[in-house]
């Protein structure tokens, strides 16, 4: 595709449900980010693949946050027994192979309400 | 946690004034990036600026790097109406990127 897709654009869940979120990344694209973003504050960093490993997991927040990508392409980020603090949008983003320093392009994100 | 900060947090100018928003960080980077971010949208990269370059342009747009202060800073020249937006500042080391808290910035007809 052109860009960044990321489903659900939009996800209500009940307290206590587990989520699921999709994100396709530019096609070619080995790099993928995810971002939790706040309302009203910047993205914070919570994973990073390099194809299908995951080479930095330091900003998942704890254990409910689970991610995979496990043919290199699409990833999944998925969150159990979701709590109203999990509530955000959560971007992803991607890059060719070299990271550092090149742009890194990210989706519109799924927005996530927890009530 | 935020690398950086970012001053002002909110700016209102009139439509054809230039905007400046600052950015400061903490540790060494291989690059700064800038994005904007529409109300409910996600983030579009503006420009990028490596460590060893001090200013760069990109149309309207002019961003510096001062690594020995370890800010940026970025200037939008004869603003539009169009470019009132949250403006975020990102500090690229080795792979992630760490970004600000970003700017809202207001432009006014």
């Known amino acids: 595709g052109a860009g960044v897709s990321q489903s659900p654009r939009y996800k209500v869940a009940k307290r206590g449900q587990d989520v699921a979120l999709r994100c396709d990344p530019i096609?070619?694209?080995?790099?993928l980010f995810w971002y939790q973003q706040a309302l009203g504050q910047g993205p914070e960093f919570l994973t990073y693949?390099?194809?299908?490993?995951?080479?930095?997991k330091s900003g998942l927040p704890s254990d409910r946050f689970f991610a995979e990508r496990p043919e290199g392409s699409v990833s999944t980020l998925k969150i159990q027994r979701t709590q109203q603090e999990d509530s955000a949008v959560y971007l992803c983003?991607?890059?060719?192979?070299?990271?550092?320093?090149?742009?890194?392009?990210f989706g519109e994100g799924s927005w996530l309400t927890v009530v | 946690s935020q690398q950086g900060e970012e001053d002002p947090q909110a700016l209102s100018i009139q439509e054809g004034e230039n905007a400046t928003m600052n950015c400061s960080y903490k540790?060494?980077?291989?690059?700064l990036q800038w994005y904007r971010q529409n109300s409910g949208r996600g983030l579009v990269h503006l420009i990028l600026?490596?460590?060893?370059?001090r200013e760069k342009h990109s149309g309207r747009l002019r961003v510096t790097l001062d690594t020995s202060k370890k800010s940026s800073s970025l200037l939008i020249t004869a603003s539009r109406a169009a470019d009132t937006a949250s403006y975020f500042c990102?500090?690229?080391?080795?792979?992630?990127?760490?970004f600000g808290q970003g700017t809202r910035l207001t432009i006014n007809p």
């Open positions: 600026i490596r460590s060893n370059e």
């Open positions: 983003a991607s890059t060719p192979a070299r990271v550092t320093g090149n742009t890194i392009y």
């Open positions: 540790t060494s980077i291989n690059n």
């Open positions: 693949f390099q194809n299908e490993a995951q080479l930095d």
């Open positions: 096609s070619g694209h080995v790099s």
């Open positions: 990102a500090t690229q080391g080795a792979q992630k990127l760490v």
